[in-house]
Nanobody, 114 residues
Framework: QVQLVESGGGLVQPGGSLRLSCAVS????????MNWYRQAPGKERELVAT????????TYADSVKGRFTISRDNAKEMVYLQMNSLKPEDTAVYYCNAVPGQYWGKGTLVTVSL
């Protein structure tokens, strides 16, 4: 059974940091490109970061470039999103996604507020 389980979300003050984790099972992580998406209230889901199969290349949305870092550990079947210098506009539900399987997790809520 394919599972992607996100964790690490929560309430943080502006300027703070969070590290999201995505634990995967039921499929071979090493052959999948992994993405982090987010969806803010009333907005469409947007792609935040992508990491290739062997972590040789990463790409980011302009809005998070220089603040967020995506990484993966295929042996541990984990994908991470380190988020620094968080802003209120980063508030959203963050989802882990695997391609080409198009597997999705249920998301973890990040709230950036005083």
């Amino acid at each position: 059974q394919v599972q992607l389980v996100e964790s690490g979300g929560g309430l943080v003050q502006p300027g703070g940091s969070l590290r999201l984790s995505c634990a995967v099972s039921g499929f071979t992580l090493s052959i999948h490109i992994m993405n982090w998406y987010r969806q803010a209230p009333g907005k469409e889901r947007e792609l935040v970061a992508t990491i290739t199969r062997t972590a040789g290349r990463t790409t980011y949305a302009d809005s998070v470039k220089g603040r967020f870092t995506i990484s993966r550990d295929n042996a541990k079947e984990m994908v991470y999103l380190q988020m620094n210098s968080l802003k209120p506009e980063d508030t959203a539900v963050y989802y882990c996604n695997a391609v080409p399987g198009q597997y999705w997790g249920k998301g973890t809520l990040v709230t950036v507020s005083l």
